[in-house]
């Protein structure tokens, strides 16, 4: 099993909604977790970290961690059809390669 | 503009033959990164080199090479390639190791195989 778990979708919204995307992880020794975009053809950009025990702001983007559940999630607030691309989760524990969960496809649709 | 680059953005190579993924940085990042990218599969880390002088294999090291020529360049080579090498290739870097940063990826190549 892969240590941190992605649902691919696709996701398809229409424009103005709040989008949900999650990860769950299996350890619990992680440091960061960071949220990338990637457009279609495009290499993947940071979007936002948070560490593991906060939640982050960022516009109209939250990263959100519950350590509980082990639970990972980005909101995004009022919706365009700019924010269409691929979202990855990943975690950082330590001097070791960041881990990538396989993305989620979302569509916002005008 | 800084950041980091690929080149070749497209190539086909016929099976068996062999070829050279360049990648260059310009921040002065310390660590750079190969990953290979297939649809379903996600990000997959092929090598990597924490600081100039050492590389360490990834995930998916088998059929690869690299060599971290100075700080700033990163190249992956395939000795002799195969159609199970169709994928697009990132390579990315970090100024330290990755955890207060984040990584910055170059735009990628995009390799047939055929």
């Known amino acids: 099993q892969k240590e941190v778990e992605q649902d691919p979708g696709p996701l398809s919204v229409p424009e103005g909604a709040i989008v949900s995307l999650n990860c769950t992880y299996s350890?619990?020794?992680?440091?960061?977790f960071m949220w990338y975009r990637q457009y279609s053809r495009k290499g993947p950009e940071l979007l936002m970290y948070?560490?593991?025990?906060g939640n982050k702001e960022d516009g109209r983007f939250t990263a959100q961690v519950d350590k509980s559940s082990k639970y990972i999630s980005l909101f995004i607030r009022d919706s365009q059809p700019s924010d269409s691309a691929t979202y990855l989760c990943a975690y950082y524990s330590g001097n070791t390669p960041l881990v990538f969960g396989k993305g989620t496809r979302l569509s916002v649709i005008a | 503009n800084a950041g980091v680059t690929q080149t070749p953005k497209f190539q086909v190579l016929k099976t068996g033959q062999s070829m050279t993924l360049q990648c260059a940085q310009d921040m002065n990042h310390n660590s750079m990164y190969w990953y290979r990218q297939d649809p379903g599969m996600g990000l997959r880390l092929i090598y990597y080199s924490a600081s100039e002088g050492t590389t360490d294999k990834g995930e998916v090291p088998n059929g690869y090479n690299v060599s971290r020529l100075n700080k700033r360049e990163f190249s992956l080579r395939l000795e002799s390639a195969a159609p199970s090498q169709t994928s697009v290739y990132f390579c990315a870097s970090v100024k330290g190791t990755g955890g207060d940063y984040g990584y910055t990826f170059g735009s990628g190549t995009r390799l047939t195989v055929v």
């Open positions: 948070t560490y593991s025990s």
């Open positions: 350890n619990s020794a992680f440091q960061y």
